[in-house]
């Protein structure tokens, strides 16, 4: 499932592309994708310029020209890349969902379509119209992002639940951005324990985890985010899955005290640890 940093490297990669293109058509052969009004979906969007992609927590933002915005949940399995326009025969790329054909205004001749693929077909596009984002946004109840979040953030959030602290902090109304992958790797890397109780997490403590947490998302991000199953950027695979030193490492020598790492489940998700060095 991507989480913040790979959905970072798509929102990069997709800005570079597409930013000042338009939206010159819309395709969509799975209606379910489309979480918002089906019947303005294409209308929202159609003949607009993107002006910038951005990530908010683990989803990705297209602001559009006239205060359109179009939001992606990419959930399991969603991905974004670039191919030939169905067109008239109808020939989609493999798993592809949704299709905007973009035009370059400073270069008439020139087009790319991008797809929104989606093996599982969990993920979620949303239109908005002028206005429209903002509430949605609100009703999300995302925490602070977990990588610009402070580490007073940390401590009151985390501490202020009832919990298993991995749990808590793969919780998106706590801290936006967490998944599995990292919640493990930056527990792992702070020496916390992910079976304690959140509440007891002391304010040095969340210092360090904050500090564990920034330094390991910026190298995921550096590295383009973590390819251990599906996950493609529009550029191609990521390598952070060559640093994890937690997730997928069970029976592994730790990094710190060399014993195999143990693996447990914490509010229903694998969990890979060390008894011995998280407190
Ligand atoms: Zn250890």
Redesign the pocket.
């Known amino acids: 499932m991507p989480e913040l940093p790979e959905a970072e490297t798509m929102a990069r990669e997709l800005m570079a592309k597409t930013r000042g293109w338009l939206i010159a058509e819309v395709l969509v052969n799975f209606p379910p994708i489309v979480a918002s009004d089906f019947r303005d979906f294409t209308d929202l969007l159609k003949g607009r310029e993107i002006l910038k992609v951005g990530r908010v927590g683990k989803w990705i933002h297209f602001g559009l020209e006239g205060d359109h915005d179009l939001l992606v949940h990419l959930k399991m399995t969603g991905q974004f890349h670039f191919d030939a326009w169905p067109g008239a025969k109808g020939v989609w790329p493999a798993h592809c969902h949704a299709a905007f054909r973009l035009t370059n205004p400073k270069s008439p001749n020139e087009e790319r379509t991008l797809f929104y693929k989606d093996t599982r077909k969990f993920g979620r596009l949303r239109a908005f119209g002028p206005g429209e984002l903002e509430p949605f946004l609100t009703s999300l109840n995302l925490g602070p992002d977990a990588l610009t979040a402070t580490h007073l953030e940390y401590h009151q959030r985390l501490s202020s639940r009832k919990g298993k602290l991995k749990a808590v902090l793969l919780d998106q109304s706590v801290l936006a951005g967490f998944g599995n992958i990292y919640a493990d790797e930056t527990l792992l890397a702070a020496k916390l324990s992910p079976i304690r109780e959140a509440k007891t997490l002391s304010l040095e403590e969340a210092s360090v985890l904050k500090e564990e947490a920034r330094e390991i998302l910026t190298k995921a991000i550096e590295c383009r985010g973590s390819t251990v199953s599906s996950y493609q950027a529009p550029e191609g695979a990521g390598s952070y899955q060559d640093h994890h030193k937690a997730y997928g490492q069970a029976g592994q020598p730790?990094p710190?005290?060399e014993?195999p790492l143990k693996k447990t489940s914490v509010g229903g998700r694998t969990t890979v640890y060390?008894p011995?060095?998280q407190k």
Do not use: G, L, T
């Open positions: 730790c710190f005290c014993k060390c011995f060095c």
